[in-house]
């Protein structure tokens, strides 16, 4: 039998008949299938002891206290903290991101220097402290020669910094701006001392002047979780919110009541509140009282505050009427966006708590007492949060103060974040030696001329102190939740370390020395606070304050009427002006912020209609120091003459999650000078359309 | 004409035969060999020196974590509490020592019976059962048996399909339901 094509085919086809009986066919099918999930690239997931430790972090406006959880010594999921007063469980639409932000494409991973052609090099620490060393040295003792700017307004380390410009003889130690700026100044013209608190928890009645509590005034997570408390869904109400600002706001979205007030006018919106109640007998036993009642009633009738804001009189009176009747009443003024407001607005908020006779008592404004400073040679809380970075860098940029020779940036992203963005910017170019302490590759970062990354927050010591807004003394602390990933170090340890090269003594050698030692003398118990719970105090300044009558009759100006008010708002999903959009949130933005590559700003019909607009047009943005090119979306409830625009848009560093993505509305911030107080106010900011 | 017909097809049923007994062979005989590749784990470890020689069972090394999770393999830190230093004479245990607890390297165990990551397995949940009625017997063994590794797959040749989860669960009345295991 020989083999021809015939024979063949029947061998074959008896192979094939009888693979069907064996396992080749159905388990490499089978195989195949479970290879096809294993694709190299897919995520593995690590297993292990899963542990929970505390920490802080400080992505947000304000500092969020956090439970991690980590597996095998790797965090995977932030949560909120419920043991903790700080953020009282709540976490932060970025914090909550936390973990993934630990491998974010944005982290420098090592110490870099600028070389040619703006590319960077990675060094040593030791070269990098060697060459900050070298700057600094050249700069020691001389005035006006080193400034720092730190965006970590209730950290120790802004402390340590602090102390540090006064060794290198500079007095040019800033916050990044934010609410309680306005309030220090306020509180200064007021006579008071510590720092200005509100006691949200025991309120029965809250009105809300421009402060946004929901996404941008104060502590954001713990104002949303007192609401939460005090209006449980199906439970009994126990606070009433009442927010006057531009436009329907997240705030105001949860109101009880939204009263439609321009933009930087929540001063005479105040006043005009306290026309209706001194005309109901509310007085106070206080020095300028007859000065306040005279400025009052003469400037601040219902018809003037009428024409200035458009609020009717009898919404004024009936708003004054439940005010005066809340056994708890409590008012908040601020910014619409969480920096940039004006003394006057906190000096014409506390004057209607005054009048209420809500200063110093429960549920109302309260005079919170600072924590001991851990070192000595540093600025008070109240010093520092009052310095003007804003009307520093302004004059930087008009030459009327000359520009440093070394600039500091800590936790920090003045090039993307200050208001007249591309003024500050300007400015900031003009110091020779820029060196950014930033954890990520953000705007100031990516022209610094020295990187120090600091660690990100769950790998490092940290502590928060008395957040503003809260209503009672507090701090918190937290020890690494992970090994650094990168070549971080801790900031503070890098000026201990150049300090004393410098011969400048800080009293201290880590930035653990420093922590334990703030914990101490505040009366704390340094072990519970790294476990994540809160030191708090009832300790408080006197209540005596004044009306600074005589600053409100040179700040409050009644506004010309018939501009274009730029309305900003901060959403925490999309960053805060230290951080980008973080990767994980690229989904929750609103497709009326941002679609594709263009940013949408939001105006109402009418106002439309006038400026010729339409959904979806494009419009070009003009303000004092720079333009904006958006798309347009109708909102009803957005006030008339008033554009509401989404701040976090707009950056140039960073990462593919948030490079390139709109336009960055801080450039068309416009920064005046209040009168009165001297402080660079931006809140009042007018735009032209195009 | 008719004669040479009938010789071909005696012919091709004889070659179908052939050709199935061959498939036949290679598919019972030679595919299952050729499928897995045999691979020999880092340490020859002895249970039967732990467990007789010092008495441990299971759940010496094998533990239970404090949120009850299963721990899996012992890490260094575990098998350090005793093996800091070197205890006998086995080259084994000289070769864990220097080799991977003194370089503070995890030794890269090959797990019998690993589980891809769409599998969400409690051995907390199936406590009541005894380790062997899953696991091989590897107790009273001085060596560890062989890994067989699937070429294709990459997993392991003991891993548990999800029929045998499947056919145990309708066994004793759990449910079968897709979220019981897949999260």
Not at chain 1, 132 to 153: C, F, P
Not at chain 1, 430 to 440: C, D, M
Request: glycine fraction near 10%; hydrophobic fraction near 40%.
């Amino acid at each position: 039998m020989g083999i021809d094509r015939r024979t063949f085919i029947q061998l074959v086809t008896g192979g094939v008949v009888g693979s069907l009986f064996t396992p080749v066919i159905w388990k490499s099918l089978d195989d195949a299938a479970i290879w096809s999930q294993n694709w190299s690239w897919i995520p593995r997931l690590k297993y292990g002891q899963i542990t929970e430790h505390a920490t802080i972090s400080k992505f947000g406006p304000s500092p969020c206290s956090l439970m991690v959880k980590s597996v095998a010594g790797s965090p995977y999921v932030a949560k909120g903290n419920a043991e903790n007063e700080m953020s009282k469980g709540g976490v932060d639409a970025i914090s909550a991101g936390g973990a993934q932000l630990l491998y974010s494409p944005s982290r420098v991973k090592g110490p870099m220097k600028k070389v040619a052609d703006g590319k960077y090099e990675s060094i040593s620490w030791d070269d990098a402290e060697k060459m900050l060393s070298e700057k600094l040295s050249a700069v020691k003792g001389q005035a006006g020669k080193l400034a720092i700017v730190s965006g970590d307004a209730t950290g120790t380390s802004s402390e340590v910094l602090s102390a540090f410009a006064a060794g290198m003889g500079s007095k040019d130690c800033y916050l990044m701006p934010g609410d309680e700026q306005a309030a220090a100044v306020a509180l200064e013209n007021m006579g008071g001392s510590g720092q200005i608190g509100y006691d949200l928890d025991n309120s029965d009645f809250v009105l809300l002047v421009g402060a946004d509590a929901m996404n941008s005034w104060g502590s954001v997570v713990r104002n949303q979780r007192v609401y939460a408390d005090k209006r449980p869904t199906g439970g009994d109400i126990e606070s009433v919110y009442v927010y006057a600002g531009p436009f329907l706001n997240s705030t105001a979205a949860i109101s009880d009541k939204w009263v439609p007030v321009a933009p930087g006018t929540g001063s005479i919106f105040s006043l005009g509140l306290a026309y209706h109640m001194l005309n109901a007998g509310a007085s106070a036993s206080v020095a300028d009282f007859a000065d306040f009642k005279t400025l009052v009633m003469s400037r601040f009738t219902p018809d003037k505050v009428e024409k200035a804001i458009g609020v009717a009189p009898g919404v004024m009176a009936g708003l004054a009427k439940q005010l005066m009747s809340a056994s708890a009443p409590l008012v908040i003024s601020g910014s619409e966006f969480g920096q940039g407001a004006g003394a006057v607005d906190i000096i014409a908020a506390s004057a209607l708590n005054m009048l209420l006779g809500r200063v110093g008592e429960q549920g109302g404004m309260k005079l919170l007492a600072d924590l001991p400073l851990a070192v000595d040679a540093a600025a008070s809380r109240a010093e520092l949060s009052s310095r003007d970075f804003a009307g520093y860098l302004a004059a930087v940029a008009t030459d009327k103060v000359k520009a440093p020779e070394v600039m500091m940036a800590y936790e920090a992203n003045p090039v993307y974040a200050m208001p007249q963005a591309t003024t500050m910017a300007a400015a900031i170019a003009k110091v020779p030696f820029l060196v950014s302490f930033s954890t990520w590759m953000d705007e100031t970062a990516s022209i610094a001329d020295l990187i120090m990354p600091n660690p990100h927050s769950f790998e490092r010591f940290d502590d928060a102190q008395t957040p503003y807004g809260v209503g009672t003394t507090m701090l918190s602390a937290c020890a690494p939740v992970i090994e650094p990933l990168y070549n971080g170090k801790s900031t503070v340890d890098v000026i201990l370390s150049v300090a004393s090269g410098l011969g400048i003594d800080l009293g201290y050698e880590s930035v653990e020395a420093v922590l334990q030692a703030k914990a101490e003398k505040a009366g704390a118990d340094w072990d519970s606070l790294v476990e994540g719970v809160a030191y708090v105090s009832d300790s408080t300044e006197s209540d005596s304050l004044k009306f600074a009558a005589s600053v409100l009759s040179k700040a409050v100006t009644m506004p010309k009427g018939g501009e274009i008010a730029l309305a900003p708002y901060a959403k925490l999903n999309v960053g805060s002006s230290t951080m980008a959009i973080p990767p994980l949130n690229c989904v929750t933005v609103s497709k009326f912020e941002l679609q594709g590559k263009d940013l949408f700003v939001q105006i109402n019909g009418k106002t439309a209609k006038k400026l010729n607009a339409s959904e979806g047009s494009t419009v070009k943005l003009s303000g004092a120091g720079g333009e904006c090119v958006a798309r347009v979306h109708i909102n009803e409830g957005v006030m008339n003459d008033v554009i509401a625009a989404p701040l976090g848009f707009g950056h140039t560093a960073w990462d593919e999650f948030s490079r390139g993505k709109g336009d960055n509305i801080a450039k068309i911030l416009t920064v005046g000078t209040e009168p009165g107080t001297g402080m660079a106010v931006w809140t009042s900011s007018f735009v032209s359309v195009a | 004409m008719e004669e040479k017909r009938a010789s071909k097809q005696c012919g091709g049923v004889l070659a179908f035969f052939i050709g199935v007994l061959a498939s036949l062979v290679i598919g019972w005989w030679v595919f299952p060999q050729v499928i897995y590749s045999q691979k020999t784990q880092p340490i020859d470890f002895s249970h039967k020196v732990h467990v007789e020689g010092e008495g441990m069972d299971c759940e010496s090394c094998h533990t239970f974590m404090e949120d009850g999770s299963f721990a899996g393999l012992p890490s260094n830190e575990q098998c350090a509490e005793c093996h800091e230093d070197i205890l006998g004479e086995s080259k084994a245990e000289e070769t864990y020592v220097n080799e991977y607890l003194n370089k503070d390297v995890e030794v890269p165990w090959l797990v019998y019976q690993y589980q891809p990551d769409n599998v969400y397995f409690s051995h907390m949940a199936h406590k009541g059962f005894e380790c062997t009625d899953c696991h091989p017997d590897v107790g009273n063994s001085d060596t560890l048996p062989t890994y067989y590794e699937n070429r294709i797959s990459g997993y392991s040749k003991q891993t548990m399909k999800m029929w045998q989860c499947e056919r145990c669960h309708a066994e004793v009345g759990t449910s079968n339901a897709c979220y019981v295991c897949h999260k």
